[in-house]
């Protein structure tokens, strides 16, 4: 009954509009005052612990990189290389748009960043070519949601450290989903496309295609240095977003030359912004996790589910329907830090595989961003079109049923999220 008060306090203040963070500190700090016995010094220490663990180090690096690559020029490489490889087909610069949010998604770790980056060079691009203005905001704001699923992923990084798991199996177990989400929405993209007679561009050739192969490798790069390294065991997950934030500055400063020393201190500021809000918001969940844990949440979850003997697939089901109502008022991270020490140890006891878990739940987070009224990515499209969000939500709809389509499939075929982990390690 008390922890179903904890619950009922966090929805009713994120239902007046307090800022999820503080919801979920402000409730944890109300039901350890009014309904245990112990100090409220705890929350407080709990609080400064949060950030002691070495694996949250990666995150505000991942950032700080993904902001040097929008600002240097990346993201303008990638769309011209991804508009001359698939630009000729029906709808070719939506198609263009998807393909240059995968590449983006695969170097940045970001899902805003990449909906900033990509969109706004395409959703102008786009409504200058003639398409719906809807049609591109819908494109982009779900594309750039694969920024969470495709490594290096920070909802992966607050997946592997709620629970314990490894994100270097969990970058590569990432892979095969997240190219298949980028399938879905291609051949979605097709299908409209044909069945409208949306314009498409000129072939530009190979030359073209070789040109532009070549000005976006060392964007590319990114890619095969930070998964490469952490398979090759040459540095650390967390060590893998420092030479990531390093190499991007490089590329940006003294390849791409796009920006000077100058812009050092605004980037800098940028991504200051991002982590903290970020980290404030892990920090807020942590508490309210340590509130459940001593509570005894998670084994009495866990204990009430297995008794009554579900099998993996109904546990599956139940995963994503709890996911899928979590999307819908907070964010990623702190539904992670929250929800995966619940489901962990039952997905142990059904003999599901732990990093298959941690894909599913943030293949869920990465639905969750283009789901309403939360869902960041909707903001993001909505400030960079100008549309009102509950126009942007109606344009993003048809999409967000790709991703359950193809999250549904990501659930039921494990084989898509273990077959490279079994490879390599």
Request: hydrophobic share 60%; with cysteine; charged share 10%.
């Amino acid at each position: 009954m008390a922890v179903a008060l904890l619950f009922a306090g966090l929805l009713l203040l994120l239902l007046i509009g307090v800022p999820i963070a503080v919801s979920l500190g402000l409730s944890a700090l109300l039901f350890t005052l009014l309904a245990t016995e112990d100090s409220p010094i705890i929350i407080a220490q709990k609080l400064f612990d949060t950030m002691e663990h070495t694996t949250l180090l990666a995150i505000p690096f991942f950032i700080l990189s993904a902001h040097f690559l929008t600002r240097g020029g990346v993201s303008q490489r990638l769309v011209d290389f991804a508009r001359a490889a698939v630009g000729w087909l029906p709808g070719g610069l939506a198609m263009a748009t998807v393909v240059a949010c995968m590449f983006f998604a695969a170097i940045s770790g970001s899902s805003p960043a990449t909906v900033v980056a990509i969109g706004s060079i395409m959703i102008p691009g786009m409504v200058t070519a003639g398409y719906d203005r809807g049609f591109a905001v819908g494109v982009v704001a779900t594309s750039g949601s694969l920024g969470i699923l495709i490594p290096p992923s920070i909802p992966m990084i607050v997946y592997a450290d709620a629970v314990e798991e490894s994100v270097g199996k969990l970058f590569i177990a990432g892979i095969f989903p997240g190219l298949l989400m980028g399938l879905f929405l291609l051949a979605a993209t097709y299908i409209t496309a044909r069945r409208m007679d949306m314009p498409r561009e000129p072939w530009l050739g190979w030359r073209k295609l070789l040109h532009g192969g070549l000005r976006a490798f060392w964007g590319l790069l990114l890619v095969v240095i930070v998964v490469g390294g952490i398979y090759g065991g040459v540095f650390t997950p967390t060590e893998a977003g420092a030479v990531a934030a390093v190499y991007s500055a490089l590329i940006a400063l003294f390849v791409h030359r796009d920006m000077g020393f100058r812009d050092i201190p605004r980037v800098m500021l940028d991504s200051a912004k991002m982590t903290s809000m970020l980290l404030f918001i892990i920090a807020c969940a942590m508490i309210f996790a340590h509130v459940l844990t001593e509570e005894r949440v998670p084994q009495q979850l866990a204990n009430a589910i297995i008794s009554n003997e579900p099998s993996p697939c109904m546990f599956l089901l139940m995963v994503n329907m709890v996911l899928w109502f979590a999307g819908d008022f907070m964010e990623p991270s702190a539904i992670l830090l929250i929800l995966a020490p619940l489901f962990h140890p039952i997905a142990l006891s059904l003999g599901i595989d732990p990093i298959h878990l941690g894909i599913v739940m943030t293949t869920n987070m990465e639905v969750g961003m283009i789901t309403p009224p939360v869902g960041l990515n909707l903001y993001v499209a909505a400030g960079l079109s100008g549309m009102t969000l509950g126009k942007v939500t109606r344009a993003a709809l048809p999409w967000m049923l790709v991703l359950i389509l193809a999250l549904l499939v990501i659930t039921y075929v494990p084989w898509l999220s273990l077959a490279l982990v079994s490879a390599l390690y």
